[in-house]
């Protein structure tokens, strides 16, 4: 199922504010279903809606970011709950890489297994890539997992992951199950060596 | 890097091997299951043909969207029913045991299995749910998991996970009266930030832990994961095996000695090495509440809400929004802040013991909610109610003006039908005081515990529980 995931490029969408938590990202109400599909519609409803009140527009109901593929955050991005909801939301809205200064480590997870790359840049390169989207919507961002950089204009950023998840998405592993049941008789040793699968006997 | 902590041990026993990617293969002795986030990871199992190896270290329950008022199938809510269904023909499909309302066994995931002695010291547990780190007030290293490890665990009862730091947050001292477990994780949330514990496992240890009952370290646990933490622990000791001796699930006769034995081996160490210590004072703490849209927007019920340049600069825009969102000033009280709603229940203080606190402080007061607010109180589990019954707390409550529910998340997050309208505030035992957490896009929550919710309901705003608790003690004296 897996598949490398190396170089991503493509039109780039800002959204900015720090701790912005997976009930903003999808409300519970949504999380009423037994599937993902049709989620990408409600992502940042409650946001959205408040923003129109408002006058305003949410960057996602923002034309000028219709069918980007990028998505730049602030930091601690998707704490909250481990709903996969709030992930599959985004990426069923069109978003194949995330971009910001750190992510809740539950919402990274989730966003691994899914493979969708998040990876981390200072908080000064953010706000120039936050900057450099909203002054050209039509940019094109370059998020290059091998080299570890950001490239957009004339700039490159350096961007980070951890290791382990990199070299997941790098080799197409990012996707664990296979991996993990074609191990399955190491893990019944390991499990019968457990004293309480043995029921302590 | 860590070594010899409860943490490394248990890790270290339940790890499988290192994967390719260069994380490691890690084995889960109980993985529980709800019905909003396993439809999915049937549905991908099922997709690609795998099988469940492991059934009967799979439990599952119905918890989120469950009505807590009329219980009768099928739900009102069709979109609820068919979450119910699906979650039945999954469990059935694939020989899992399912805790149904009505089985005396049903409630908030994180409830049931501590009560049922599932959840054991020594564990690894995931659960598609954040709040997971609960379980680690008996010595389990516990994970909160997305709808893709859900299927992994599923498929292989292992998931890929890279080792965490371990931060023990050493807190001594004795509580005050009228501060509780809850006042404690919202204490240190306030120190700690919202994302501080960020590849962290936290340890709580120190006089004050020690001294807490099991129901108030799972609530100290349950929070771990609003500081940043993917978990949170305590180390098993003789409160922990006297919780568990005798619980339907728990190790007897000679087996349970030799899993004290076991049990006691797997805490950390007096070698214990940590990445990080962090030192709290209990003495210092005060009921606390939080006045913004984080959990670790939290401020003693006697302090004024905070300015903005007391925060970090990075932090300035989410204050300002919280000010906006919540509609309430730096400098302004906390306490006197009017409530709507006032919430008793969840997974941080759905149980027994903080069911009776609040009856107790409802009884020394001896008023009748206000007539402004609608309180009530959702107990965690059919166990936890019907033990409240027997004790005859749903009297006391229901005299006082509150409603009585079943058992459920409830308003934690309104998946059923409890929620916020429009603009309401709450007064809340549970976790989160996200924007539209409640059920309304503009409703607003105030986290505090049991206690103090009790006290808001009957005042009709945000009051310090200490001042009827002293009130009864001085009368209780004369
Ligand atoms: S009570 Fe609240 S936090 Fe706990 S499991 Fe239910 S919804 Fe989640």
């Known amino acids: ?156 950023i350096p961007a980070t992951m951890a290791d382990g998840p990199r070299k997941q998405f790098l080799t197409g592993q990012w996707d664990a199950v296979g991996e993990l049941v074609s191990g399955i008789t190491a893990v019944r040793g390991t499990a019968a060596g457990l004293p309480y699968v043995r029921k302590f006997a | 890097m860590s070594s010899r902590t409860l943490f490394d041990k248990v890790w270290d026993l339940h790890a499988v091997r290192a994967l390719p990617s260069g994380q490691t293969q890690l084995f889960i002795g109980l993985h529980l299951i709800h019905e909003v986030t396993s439809p999915q990871a049937f549905a991908m199992l099922r997709e690609r043909g795998l099988k469940v190896p492991f059934p009967e270290r799979t439990v599952a329950t119905v918890d989120h969207i469950v009505p807590t008022e009329d219980q009768s199938r099928p739900y009102a809510d069709t979109l609820a029913e068919e979450m119910m269904v699906a979650i039945e023909t999954n469990c059935r499909e694939f020989g899992i045991r399912l805790f149904q309302p009505g089985s005396g066994k049903q409630g908030v995931v994180h409830i049931i299995a501590p009560e049922q002695g599932l959840t054991l010291p020594g564990m690894t547990v995931a659960c598609g749910d954040s709040h997971t780190a609960t379980h680690g007030a008996f010595g389990a290293i516990a994970f909160g998991i997305g709808t893709s490890q859900v299927r992994d665990v599923l498929a292989s009862q292992t998931l890929s996970m890279s080792r965490l730091k371990v931060r023990k947050i050493q807190v001594d001292g004795a509580l005050r009266p009228g501060v509780y477990a809850k006042d404690l994780i919202l204490h240190v949330l306030r120190h700690l930030t919202a994302k501080g514990g960020v590849g962290f496992a936290y340890e709580f240890a120190g006089s004050t832990i020690d001294a807490l009952s099991m129901e108030e370290r799972m609530t100290v646990c349950n929070m771990a994961i609003e500081g940043g933490a993917r978990c949170g622990y305590v180390n098993p000791d003789q409160i922990t095996f006297d919780y568990l001796k005798g619980r339907e699930h728990a190790p007897t006769g000679a087996a349970w000695e030799r899993a004290v034995a076991w049990w006691k081996q797997v805490a950390s160490g007096a070698d214990a090495v940590f990445d990080d210590v962090r030192t709290f004072t209990a003495e210092e703490i005060e009921p606390t509440v939080t006045w913004g849209i984080s959990p670790d927007h939290g401020i003693g019920v006697g302090e004024t809400i905070p300015a903005r340049d007391s925060f970090a600069k990075e932090e300035w825009a989410t204050i300002d929004e919280a000010y906006q969102y919540m509609d309430l000033k730096a400098g302004s009280r906390i306490a006197g802040v009017p409530i709507d709603v006032a919430f008793i229940g969840s997974c941080t203080n759905g149980r027994l013991s903080d069911l009776r606190e609040a009856a107790r402080v409802v009884g020394a007061h001896g008023g009748t909610v206000a007539k402004t607010v609608k309180a009530f109180v959702v107990p965690g589990s059919e166990a936890v109610k019907v033990a409240a019954e027997a004790e005859g707390l749903d009297k006391i409550f229901t005299a006082h003006g509150f409603e009585w529910r079943n058992a459920g998340c409830s308003m934690c997050l309104a998946m059923n039908p409890d929620k916020l309208i429009g603009r309401q505030i709450s007064a809340s035992s549970s976790n989160r005081n996200f924007k539209g957490r409640q059920g309304s896009p503009a409703g607003r929550t105030l986290l505090m515990s049991p206690a103090m919710v009790a006290i808001a309901a009957l005042e009709g705003r945000v009051t310090d529980v200490r001042t009827v608790l002293q009130r009864s003690a001085a009368s209780s004296k004369s």
């Open chain 1, 1 to 156: 199922m897996s598949s490398i995931v190396s170089t991503i490029a493509g039109r780039a969408v800002p959204l900015r504010g720090n701790d912005i938590d997976t009930d903003r990202i999808i409300p519970a109400r949504y999380l009423r279903c037994v599937t993902f599909d049709g989620l990408g519609q409600f992502a940042f409803e409650d946001d959205r809606t408040q923003l129109r009140a408002q006058g305003k527009t949410h960057p996602f109901d923002d034309p000028r970011f219709a069918g980007a593929s990028v998505l730049v955050v602030s930091s601690n991005f998707g704490c909250g709950s481990s709903r996969e909801h709030a992930p599959q939301a985004i990426a069923k809205w069109g978003i194949t890489v995330i971009v910001g200064i750190s992510f809740s480590e539950i919402f990274f997870g989730n966003c691994v297994a899914m493979g969708v790359p998040c990876l981390r840049a200072s908080a000064v390169d953010i706000e120039s890539l936050h900057d450099a989207i909203e002054r050209d919507p039509a940019c094109e961002v370059t998020v290059d997992l091998s080299k570890n950089e950001i490239r957009f204009g004339a700039r490159a």
